[in-house]
């Protein structure tokens, strides 16, 4: 089956869906079934669009990056539309457009096909951040968004009047043969920032306070785990292969993610509400993901992105429920949470174990596995940055924890679907099986991004 | 043969079964611990000694273990301490909060101890000890507060990054991940660095001046039976990476010629009397009884610390020995006061008197440990700090004498307070009916007295097997030991002579006592004062303020460090709300004004 129909797919179910409003949640479940089954079947390589051979016309590149992306993206969304089926019915439609847009934006290779994928996207993230019922932050997310994605337009735009190519792999062959990095500087920086708005990296993502901090059981994983992960699967293309980070640009990218990685633990320090802290984690670990690509350590930052993704889903759905019954997400609020609720307790625990990367969680694992590979590559500096940062995070998760697990006086009641729990008990047994049992992830490496071979290879 | 690797796992699957054990009856859960436990004790003790475990990994492909002396002196003693403990599970379970958990993160922190000594990779051993730590901070909640466990977490994570740091540090330089020729393959700046990195981890687990905040917290608020094997076990992490920083790095740097010693190991052992002299006056002036021992294991970490500092055979073994000693004497006192906190339900000593009538075994108990941690012949306690202090008085470290021996008469000064205040003393009416502990609690508490005193009497094996492990670990000369005798620079100590005098004297007294008169007992109630009745008796216990004076002397100076990490915390929040005024603002304008600064001031970069 072809690639293009993750795309097309979509987009079509998403008009027809209008049509049948009432089942459009359902649709949604069969095209991301459908989705999921055609990642597994899609042939690698670039997909020609319209007979227009490259660099002319759009084309698709399926390598195994982009699959586990399409993967990743397809099944979570999935799984929170399911989840949510009662509690919000009717985004079916826009769920559809998620895909679509998504799905396209991990596919493309061509850069202003990207950019309309990006609005594509941006608008159904708008749309989704309106059931948080707090307009305002969703108008701050649209307009910080429509400047990300005007500043990755125009940086586009610089970039096409010098090569006078779209097309990425083109585009890269193109600046190798240039080879003049000054002149990159403004187009690249533009471009970043646009991304790093969509990806929440700090200090672009102000509009994240307020959409996450105030989300729900459905906002809160989609914006933090499908859109945080997408997000990040791009940038991280984008980085490896178009900008490959150098001189003064590299060291002051590299000062906003570290800076990045060790204030937003420091504000989740500072925090005391539940899904501030979450969210502020958040931050850090997106931060940590680019900081990843920028090092050239793809497989672990593609790893980070998969375990981030299932653990914050689970967290999120587990606090945005409790905040939904008890009214209140202030962590004073909701402390003895666990007492009724064993198992998600321990579910949530296992998630925050593996976020700070403790052993016997595949959050250990990936740390280590990166750490070493920052080391083999000199960065000592970052190194230490991101454990003191981790030590900040060690200490509000733990403080979390167990002012959720003890009560204080009255105990609060909040009960949780028995979906919740079977889902959340396969990723929490996920992440511990990965944690114990390594073998699978050495089995993939850097070499899942393709795109410079393509470019070496035509 | 034993295989560590078959013992990790064995751990790992009663842990789980142990879960479900402890779901179905505490009781049940708490026996079959007993008995993993037990299980992985003989099993280490059958075959550790001689090096005779079975190394090789087949199941667990991604690690390697690998056998020395040192690594098994810790692992054995651990495990000894939590076998121990673990007799006291079955009486203590049914009181915490989530009892169901308690011997699965219990067993869970062995299995994380013994792959942490056992192992030959950096990164493992640091697993391994995030293990244990992650493992531990959720028992100590169980117990009387959630914030020590948040203070243990923060200053153990404190330690495991710095050591996480040197690890890296050292993989730069060397290539490779191996514990020992990572060690031995640095030099220069490098093994500053990493010995200044390592060291910051072994104050951190040791609970040393100054990252000691946390030891009272935890051990003063952990289940009870919990602190016996913090203060006995893990707080010996710290003394082993503590090790391999001042005796295996061991960097060359500036080196004080009149006491012939590197400014490094100098200054660690400064540091280490610090904490005996803090710990001691810490100690001093606590009432809870759980408290002024944690305050005691800082002092004796101090000890510790200076033992390895002073780089010479008497003290590297006056170190291990003490090691040994404080294991035992604090495990003894910790549970001893367990056995007394369950009777009566409070830690507290003006809260308590007059259990000796009641729990005479344990009050023997205690005072065995006591004497031990005093430094008092003849128990073990005495052996070790009579060989670090010849080392010490050897080097002519002057200062660090002074602290040492201000150490051992501190503890004079408040190891017998709980003694009195505990155990001695008039009781209150509303312990009549307490008992002594039940008798599998007993079976620890009576194996505990017997080798504090072997340790004290018969030291000639113990020397031995330290011998190996100065062997193996350095090139200073073993010491010389026979049955009763330790030999050492300014002449030769008779244990066994002296035990024999001593039990001599107390046979005597013993006599005195029986022939005599037996004495009145008097109720608290009993008394007039200033022709008033006195309707509390709490009042006149005599522990209420019992030094006074004394602590008046530093009353304002003993919060300075509580209050220094306070203001760290405070500090680092308040750095959140900045972060957070200046980048989460709800007005768009700063964020825009944010990307308008970066694209600035890069094009200005890159123009330039």
Known sequence: MSAVLLIAIPLLAAFISILFKKYSIYLLFAVTIFNIANV????????????????????????????????????????????????????????????????????????????????ISGIAAYLITASNKKPITTFRYLVIGAIGSSLFLLGLIILYSMFGTLNMVDMIKEIALNNNYQELVLPFTLMFIGLGVEAKLLPFNSWVKGILGHSNTFSGPMIASVYASAMGFVLGRFITNLFNFEGMLLTVVLVILVAGIVLSDIMAFASKKSREILLFSSVAQASMIALLFVNGIIIWAVYLIIANALSKTVMFMIINKAQKDVGSDEVKSLQGLFANNLVIGIIFTIATLSVMGLPLLVGFTIKLNFLTELADAGQIWTIAFILIASVVEGIYFVKLLLKLWYPEGNLIKVNYHLSFKLVFAIIALALLTFGVYQAPLDKLDNTVDTVMEVVNNG | MANIEYLLLFLVGSAVISYFLTRLNSFIGSIFTIFATMFVFVSLAAYGFNMNLDTTVS??????????????????????????????????????????????????????????????????????????????????????????????????????????????????????????????????????????????????????????????????????????????????????????????????????????????????????????????????????????????????????????????????????????????????????????????????????????????????????????????????????????????????????????????????????????????????????????????????????????????????????????????????????????????????????????????????????????????????????????????????????????????????????????????????????????????????????????????????????
Do not use: C
């Open chain 2, 59 to 608: 199941l667990l492909p991604w690690f390697s273990f690998s056998q020395t002396y040192l690594g098994f002196f810790f692992v054995i003693i651990i495990a000894f301490i939590y076998l121990m403990v673990s007799f006291f599970h079955p009486y203590f379970l049914d009181k915490y909060p989530y009892k169901n958990s308690y011997n699965l993160l219990f067993l869970l922190s062995l299995a994380g101890i013994i792959g942490a000594f056992y192992t030959d990779h950096f990164l493992q051993l640091f697993f391994f000890f995030e293990m244990i730590i992650w493992t531990t901070m959720f028992l100590i909640p169980q117990g009387k507060s959630r914030e020590a466990a948040v203070s243990y977490f923060g200053f153990s994570l404190t330690g495991s990054v710095a050591l996480l740091i040197g690890i890296f540090v050292i993989y730069q330089n060397v290539g490779r991940f191996d514990i020992q020729a990572g060690l031995a393959g640095i030099s220069g700046t490098t093994s500053v660095f990493v010995f200044v990195l390592f060291m910051i981890a072994a104050l951190a687990k040791l609970g040393t001046f100054p990252l000691h905040i946390w030891l009272p917290l935890a051990h003063g608020n952990a289940p009870h039976p919990f602190s016996p094997v913090l203060s006995g076990a893990l707080v010996k992490l710290g003394a082993f990476i503590g090790i391999l920083a001042l005796i295996k790095i061991n960097p060359i740097g500036p080196v004080i010629g009149a006491i012939d010693l590197a400014l490094g190991q100098y200054i660690i052992a400064f540091i280490g009397s610090l904490s005996i002299v803090f710990g001691t006056l810490m100690a001093i002036k606590e009432d809870d009884a759980k408290k002024l021992l944690a305050y005691s294991s800082m002092s004796h970490g101090g000890y510790i610390l200076v033992a390895f500092s002073a780089l010479n055979g008497f003290a590297f073994a006056g170190g291990l020995y003490h090691i040994l000693a404080h294991a035992l004497a604090s495990a003894g006192a910790f549970m001893a006061i367990a056995a007394v906190a369950r009777a009566t339900g409070t830690t507290k000593m003006k809260e308590l008197g007059g259990m000796i009538h009641k729990m005479p075994i344990t009050y023997l108990a205690y005072l065995i440990a006591i004497i031990s941690m005093a430094g008092i012949p003849p128990m073990g306690g005495f052996i070790s700090k009579w060989l670090i202090f010849q080392a010490v008085i050897d080097r002519g470290m002057i200062l660090i004498a002074v602290a040492v021996f201000f150490g051992s008469v501190g503890s004079f000064l408040y190891v017998f307070r709980p003694l009195a205040a505990l155990f001695l003393g008039q009781e209150f009416r509303e312990y009549k009916h307490v008992k002594e502990a039940p008798l599998l609690m007993l079976i620890p508490t009576f194996i505990i007295m017997g080798l504090n005193i072997y340790t004290g009497v018969i030291p000639k094996q113990i020397i031995d097997f330290i011998n190996n492990i100065i062997g193996e670990n350095t090139a200073f000369a073993p010491v010389v030991a026979t049955t009763f005798t330790v030999t050492a620079t300014y002449g030769t100590l008779n244990a066994g002579l002296i035990a024999l005098i001593f039990g001599v004297g107390v046979a005597i007294a013993f006599i005195i006592f029986i022939l005599m008169k037996k004495s009145r007992k008097v109720e608290l109630m009993d008394t007039y004062t200033a022709a008033n009745f006195v309707h509390d008796e709490h009042l006149l216990h005599y522990s209420v303020d019992f030094y006074a004076p004394l602590e008046r002397m530093y009353e304002k100076q003993s919060h300075w460090m509580k209050k220094f990490y306070d203001a760290l915390a405070h500090k680092v929040k308040e750095v959140g709300k900045l972060a957070k005024y200046l980048f989460m603002s709800n007005n768009i304008g700063v964020t825009l004004i944010w990307i308008l600064v970066i694209i600035v001031l890069l094009i200005g970069v890159v123009a330039l």
């Open chain 1, 40 to 119: 597994f079947l899609a042939t690698e390589g670039i997909i020609i669009i319209g007979g227009f051979s490259p660099p002319l016309g759009i084309s698709l590149l399926v390598d195994t990056y982009s699959k586990i992306a399409l993967l990743l993206v397809n099944a979570l969304v999935l799984v929170i539309a399911a989840l949510n089926v009662k509690a919000y019915p009717k985004y079916g439609t826009i769920l559809l457009l998620v895909v679509a847009g998504l799905n396209g934006l991990v596919l493309t290779n061509d850069l202003f096909n990207f950019f309309v994928f990006l609005e």
